[in-house]
């Protein structure tokens, strides 16, 4: 052998081994971290959900009761398995789930979409489990026992049976809003059926007491343990289909998507699942921490709605009925004053069909209750905050061109919750005195200094949230105006465009906030724009202060800065908000304003009314300042480990303003078909539509430094202004940055480069 082809042989070996000691490329959903957020800022937690997106089968770990940060909890008491908790152990058998608690350490734990593993230290047991649509899979590797169990804990209006050596089924109540204890025609239950791979050779259940060998329980804490001996390493599955029909759909569910026991084929489906719907958006560029923030906080905002669609069924909370879905699925679970702003924004850019099925949904819902639901949970609508916002979900979809949902049903829908239903928070019910003064007086009335409550239908924790209930429902009217217009209804138009100014009768010049008036017009004496309000302010705000709610005027920018005297003014007054301090210690500030999470000065974007301020820059000749900002947000506030998220997730509508940040765009005003930029923090990011178009945002030379945009095009076009139009892109095209260390101060501040705004519509 020659000197040369040794060598040659030598270089082919080392080229070969590098190679193999490459790590694998990393895809989109190996970038997801599901603990981020574990540890709440001061308030909840999020949880490391395994599930489809949007799927109805959604299992995570349940942890120590009463341990807020559930990634700091001791103990895992079981996994979610829909109405029930199933847990593994082997031992002592006893009649409540806090006996089979077991140890667990995060170092020997898997979080992904897709799977979920952990070691129970307290049994040495390995648990693993995976989901489909609408059903689960666990795996238990046990060490040998003669008594190994599993058990099935179930809670709240619960029954429970063993239906075989291998079977169980059971279900619980769910809670809703009108339901009737004991009537089954106005209640909501979920139902579970679990086939066990090895048959156990005895059972024992509990009823809130000592166990039992009645197969059956019903009560408020009902629990089956059973038990089989297994050899050290052997392998139990448990596979468990869910329902809200009836347990006998819950089989058919899991005979249809689980027909055989294959752990490694049901996990690998789920991860293709995941990787379909993250595909939908490429980033290149960024760091490995940005990447994981990325793809984490996009998983998380594809989780909710939630289909319950079974079969071509789905079960309703709105009349306790069941019926045929027609070919249009039917999801609930939609917490609307928060996603309104940027989850279905986001959702509608990726999958604009399945959102206007979520559409469908909600005018089912409308049909068979009578009203718009403000939360639609599972059980029925829950009226929590405040506002009537799916006039915000709605106009914005069919504003930008989707409109495969019945119109004029929608429009009656929204008119009807804008003119009858009670802008009072938590409340839905008739009109009331205080309703009749807004349409009238155009405000919302506060209590006067002093003044003690006597409006009964005000809810004694939650208050009159009075000044932004205005600003809400002039938001809210301002959409109802924009319908109206778009479907020839002049005279409603009109009405309602009238309305949507109201927001300026509780701006008070004299102290440049907006503020609280009582009922004869008056401003309330002894107001303060930082602390006043009592707790979470709820006297006259929602959660949070006169300095967020202040800028609380999404659909008129132009309007506000106006009120405030131009743009010189409202510029500084927005300047000031990112650095004025707490009116007295921070500690007591954040007692007081719990959900004021993520403070930059007096912005908190732990808090949804907080999401569109950053933006407002655009509107006032200062986009640099948008830019700035935004970058500091993302890299001050959102993090790659559990105290990742500034505040509550609330079902990914926290998340979801950093997708969207972090591609370099924001809805400030949902209904308006309009995108504001801010600064992309990737060098190239890849959206494909859900018409299969692709939107591509190039940013050259960006990095940490270069955040502030130089100039731009917009399909192949240059772009002075800091804002695009939703039919700009719904065909595909490219948004290119050019990106510089310095702010450009003439790029989008003209003010005919301003976003359009409330002010600049014209009136017939």
């Not at 000044?467 to 109802?480: F, G, I, Q, R």
């Amino acid at each position: 052998m020659t000197a040369n082809v040794r060598y040659t042989l030598l270089a082919l070996i080392l080229i070969g081994r590098a190679a193999s000691a490459a790590p694998p490329v990393k895809e989109a959903v190996d970038y997801i971290s599901p603990n981020i957020g574990g540890v709440g800022q001061l308030l909840t937690a999020t949880a490391p959900y395994v599930q489809y997106p949007y799927g109805m089968a959604r299992a995570a770990p349940v942890t120590t009761p009463g341990i807020a940060d559930r990634y700091l909890a001791d103990k895992i008491h079981g996994f979610s398995a829909g109405p029930a908790t199933l847990m593994a152990s082997v031992g002592h058998a006893g009649s409540h789930l806090a006996d089979y608690a077991s140890d667990f350490d995060h170092d020997f734990e898997t979080a992904t979409p897709y799977y979920y593993s952990v070691d129970l230290l307290t049994w040495k047991i390995k648990a693993e489990l995976t989901v489909t649509s609408r059903a689960e899979l666990y795996r238990f590797t046990f060490p040998a026992d003669p008594h190994a169990h599993l058990v099935f804990n179930l809670e709240n209006d619960a029954e429970v049976s063993v239906v075989g050596n291998d079977a169980i089924e059971g279900s619980r109540r769910i809670p809703g809003p009108n339901d009737t204890p004991g009537d089954s025609n106005t209640q909501t239950r979920q139902y579970f059926y679990a086939e066990v791979s090895k048959p156990f050779t005895s059972s024992k259940t509990w009823n809130g007491g000592d166990l039992s060998d009645s197969g059956k329980q019903a009560g408020k804490q009902v629990g089956i343990v059973a038990d089989f001996a297994v050899s050290g390493g052997e392998q139990v599955e448990v596979r468990v289909g869910l329902s809200y029909i009836s347990a006998d759909q819950a089989r058919r569910n899991l005979e249809r998507e689980i027909p055989n026991w294959d752990f490694v084929q049901v996990k690998s489906r789920a991860r293709e699942a995941w990787r379909d719907a993250l595909k939908k958006v490429n980033v290149e560029g960024g760091t490995e921490r940005q990447r994981t923030i990325f793809y984490t906080a996009l998983y998380r905002s594809l989780g909710r709605m939630t289909n319950i669609t079974e079969d071509g069924l789905y079960f309703s909370g709105y009349d306790h009925a069941v019926h045929e879905s027609n070919g249009h699925d039917f999801y609930v679970d939609d917490g609307i004053w928060d996603t309104y702003r940027s989850l279905h924004p986001l959702q509608l850019l990726l999958d604009a069909d399945r959102q206007q099925d979520m559409i469908r949904s909600y005018l089912r819902m409308y049909e068979q209750s009578g009203w718009l639901p403000s939360f639609p949970e599972v059980s029925g609508n829950y009226p929590i905050m405040l506002g009537h916002h799916a006039a915000q979900f709605i106009l914005d979809t069919y504003i930008k061109g989707y409109r495969n949902f019945d119109v004029e049903k929608a429009y009656e829908a929204i008119r009807k919750n804008a003119t009858e239903a009670s802008m009072l928070p938590w409340r839905h019910n008739a009109l009331t005195t205080l309703d009749r003064a807004y349409f009238e007086k155009g405000f919302f009335p506060a209590l006067a200094y002093g003044e003690k409550e006597s409006v009964p239908e005000v809810r004694s924790f939650e208050r009159r949230q009075a000044v932004s209930v205005t600003l809400e429902n002039a938001y809210d009217d301002w959409c109802m105006a924009q319908f109206a217009k778009a479907l020839g209804k002049q005279e409603d138009y009109l009405y309602f465009i009238g309305l949507a100014h109201n927001y300026e009768h509780v701006f008070n010049p004299a102290i440049g906030f907006m503020a609280p008036k009582s009922a004869d017009g008056k401003w309330v004496a002894n107001f303060d724009p930082i602390l006043g309000g009592g707790q979470g302010g709820r006297d006259y705000f929602t959660e949070m202060n006169a300095w967020t709610y202040t800028f609380n005027v999404q659909h008129d920018p132009a309007g506000l800065v106006q009120l405030m005297g131009g743009r010189d003014a409202f510029n500084a007054k927005l300047d000031r908000l990112f650095v004025e301090q707490y009116g007295g210690s921070k500690s007591a500030f954040l007692r007081q304003f719990p959900d004021a999470t993520g403070l930059i000065g007096q912005y908190a974007q732990g808090n949804e009314p907080s999401f569109h301020i950053p933006y407002l820059y655009d509107f006032s000749g200062q986009p640099w300042k948008t830019q700035r900002r935004v970058r500091e947000i993302m890299d001050l506030l959102y993090g790659n480990g559990p105290q990742g998220i500034p505040g509550d997730d609330d079902g990914g509508a926290t998340s979801s303003w950093y997708v969207l940040s972090a591609l370099g765009f924001y809805p400030e005003c949902p209904g308006s078909p309009v995108y504001e930029i801010g600064s992309p923090i990737f060098s190239k990011s890849t959206i494909t539509l859900g018409n299969g178009k692709v939107f591509t945002i190039i940013a050259n030379h960006v990095s940490a430094q270069n955040k502030y945009i130089q100039s731009a095009r917009l399909n192949g076009r240059p772009l002075g202004r800091a804002w695009f139009q939703h039919g700009e892109i719904s065909s595909g095209g490219a948004l290119v940055l050019e990106m510089g260390n310095k702010p450009n101060l003439q790029w989008g501040s003209a003010p005919e480069d301003a976003p359009p705004s409330m002010s600049h519509e014209v009136h017939h």
